[in-house]
């Protein structure tokens, strides 16, 4: 079992849509991180988050500590958003980050 | 600010060669990061770079070594290549922490054939 684990896989939504992804951890964390990487490698951080929700734009990130697992919400999807997020734990002592496997995101018009 | 760069961008190489691969951090960042990424085994973490010094190494044999210069750039190195070792080479940086925010460079797509 990965130490990091994202649903689902593959989403395919229309615009406009309400989107979720969620991933859960087995180990104790600094962090949280959601990521976002387009067509062609590019990979951005949207979010880092240790409680609570953090919300950016049409982007919301929660996440559970007792539960270990986090979600992330996109309100209104458009078709920019189609990309792959991947999200990330950073261990306690803060010296790396692992990774789930990824989300791949697309939104159709 | 600049953003964090990587050269190469593209690289084929053959079998038994050997590569280098650079990454320069953004301004003011002491901590990079690199990570492979492929197909199969989504990102993994390489190891990552403090003050010149390796603090962290992944799971990866000897034939995956790096560096950090005193400016903060940082290179990877890959001897004796193999078929596997194709992938996205990804450098990160941030400002102290492996786990703080990571900026993330373009990467560089290395084909070994």
């Known amino acids: 079992k990965n130490e990091v684990e994202q649903s689902p896989q593959n989403l395919t939504a229309q615009e406009g849509e309400f989107i979720t992804i969620n991933c859960s951890y087995s180990v104790g964390i600094s962090a949280l991180h959601w990521l976002q990487q387009h067509p062609g490698g590019g990979i951005v951080s949207l979010f880092m988050?240790?409680?609570g929700k953090k919300k950016h734009g049409r982007l919301i990130a929660t996440i559970n500590i007792q539960e270990k697992h986090s979600s992330l919400h996109i309100t209104a999807s458009h078709p920019r958003d189609s990309a792959v997020y991947i999200c990330?734990?950073?261990?306690?002592?803060?010296?790396?980050?692992?990774f789930g496997e990824g989300t791949q995101l697309t939104v159709n018009p | 600010k600049a953003g964090v760069t990587q050269t190469p961008r593209y690289l084929i190489k053959t079998r038994g060669q050997q590569v280098t691969l650079s990454c320069s951090p953004i301004?003011?960042?002491?901590?990079v990061s690199w990570y492979q990424q492929t197909p199969g085994q989504g990102l993994q973490f390489l190891f990552e770079?403090?003050?010149?010094?390796?603090?962290n190494k992944g799971n990866f044999p000897g034939r995956f070594s790096g560096r950090q210069f005193s400016n903060s750039r940082s290179e990877m190195n890959v001897s004796t290549l193999e078929l596997g070792d194709s992938a996205l080479y990804l450098c990160?940086?941030?400002?102290?922490?492996?786990?703080?925010?990571?900026?993330f460079g373009p990467g560089t797509r290395l084909t070994v054939l």
């Open positions: 770079y403090f003050s010149e010094t390796q603090r």
């Open positions: 988050l240790s409680s």
């Open positions: 301004s003011g960042h002491r901590s």
């Open positions: 990330a734990v950073g261990n306690p002592s803060g010296s790396r980050l692992t």
């Open positions: 990160a940086s941030s400002l102290a922490d492996p786990t703080d925010t990571q900026y």
